[in-house]
């Protein structure tokens, strides 16, 4: 599942600083999260740009069904699983930036 692939991803990136800045660059590209895909890819994760977007859009769902009908509008970037992934790389959930 791609849960487990960008999880395997972020981890290895994580101890990894040039994997990490070669994820960095591809947000830089003329198509960053095809870009991204095709390098993950490149190196024996399977990730491709339909189910990171699917993922997104899953998980946003959920969390307003959860809500059982009270949350009709969708929390700005709840549905974007290529910018949390970046989130969590650059800045490790701990408020500060991981070199």
């Known amino acids: 599942m ?29 198509n960053p999260v095809e ?8 190196r024996g994760y399977d990730i491709t740009a339909g189910e990171l977007f699917t993922m997104g859009l899953t998980a946003n769902d959920a969390k307003l069904r959860s809500v059982n009908g009270g949350g009709v509008n969708p929390i700005d ?7 949390q992934f970046f989130a969590e790389l650059m800045w490790g959930g701990g408020g500060k930036q991981v070199d």
Do not use: H, P, V
């Open 77 to 83: 970037g709840w549905d974007d699983a290529y910018e």
């Open 35 to 42: 870009d991204f895909c095709a390098f993950a890819r490149d």
């Open 2 to 30: 791609i849960e487990q692939e960008l999880e395997r991803l972020l981890g290895d990136a994580r101890k990894d600083k040039s994997l990490k800045a070669a994820l960095a660059a591809t947000r830089n590209t003329e």
